[in-house]
C-alpha cells in the first residue's frame, strides 16, 4: 500500500509540473513597461552564440563585454531585476514584431526583440513601422521564416547577455537581445 502511494503521489507531482509549463501563451501582452511575457515555455535559448551575418560590433559601449547590469525587461518570466553579464553588444536597428507562427496558432504581438539582421533579405536602411518582412531570428518556435508586419524600429545598441532568472532555474546564456535602455548599472 505504502508502494502505491508513494507511485500515486509521484506521479500527480510530475503530470501537475508538466501541466504547468504547457500553459498556452502565443499572445505577449504589451505593458506599459515596454515589455512583452513569454512563457519560458515558449521562448527557447541557444547557446551558441551564434550571431546574424553583418552584426557590427559597438564600439565602446556603455555595457562592455565582462561587465555586469541589472535588466529592467520582463521579456521572459525572470528577467526583471536580474543582473546580466555582458557577453556581447552590437550597433543595429531593434524592432518589435508581429507574426504568425510558421507552426500554427496565434499572432504573438509586439515580440522584443528581432533586428536588422535577422530579417530575411534585409537592406541596410531601417524598416518604417507597417513594413512586412519575413523573419530569420529563431527566438521561438516558429518564428524562423515567418511573416511579420514591423510594429515599431528603434536605432539602439542591443546586448546579448548572460543570466540566471530571478524566478529561480537554469542559468540562460547567450539571451538575444535586450537594448541598453533595459539595462542599468547595479
Do not use: R
Not at 500500500?1 to 509521484?10: D, H, P, Q, R, S
Not at 535588466?71 to 543582473?83: L, P, R
Request: charged fraction near 20%; proline fraction near 4%.
Amino acid at each position: 500500500m505504502k508502494k502505491y502511494a508513494m507511485i500515486l503521489l509521484t506521479t500527480v507531482i510530475t503530470g501537475s509540473l508538466m501541466l504547468s509549463g504547457c500553459g498556452k501563451n502565443a499572445e505577449q501582452h504589451n505593458s506599459s513597461s515596454d515589455s512583452h511575457a513569454a512563457s519560458t515555455g515558449e521562448m527557447h535559448h541557444s547557446d551558441s552564440g551564434e550571431l546574424p551575418e553583418g552584426l557590427q560590433e559597438k564600439k565602446n559601449p556603455t555595457y562592455p563585454v565582462g561587465s555586469q547590469a541589472v535588466m529592467s525587461t520582463d521579456h521572459m518570466a525572470g528577467m526583471k531585476g536580474a543582473e546580466a553579464t555582458i557577453v556581447g553588444a552590437y550597433d543595429t536597428t531593434a524592432y518589435t514584431v508581429s507574426y504568425t507562427p510558421t507552426t500554427g496558432g496565434d499572432t504573438v504581438k509586439n515580440h522584443k526583440w528581432v533586428i536588422q539582421e535577422e530579417i530575411q533579405d534585409h537592406t541596410d536602411q531601417p524598416y518604417a513601422a507597417g513594413a512586412e518582412v519575413v523573419l530569420n531570428a529563431d527566438h521561438m518556435p516558429g518564428m524562423k521564416g515567418a511573416k511579420a508586419t514591423i510594429d515599431s524600429a528603434e536605432q539602439t545598441t542591443v546586448y546579448m547577455v548572460d543570466y540566471t532568472p530571478t524566478t529561480g532555474g537554469d542559468p540562460v546564456k547567450n539571451h538575444k537581445w535586450v537594448t541598453e535602455e533595459e539595462l542599468s548599472i547595479q
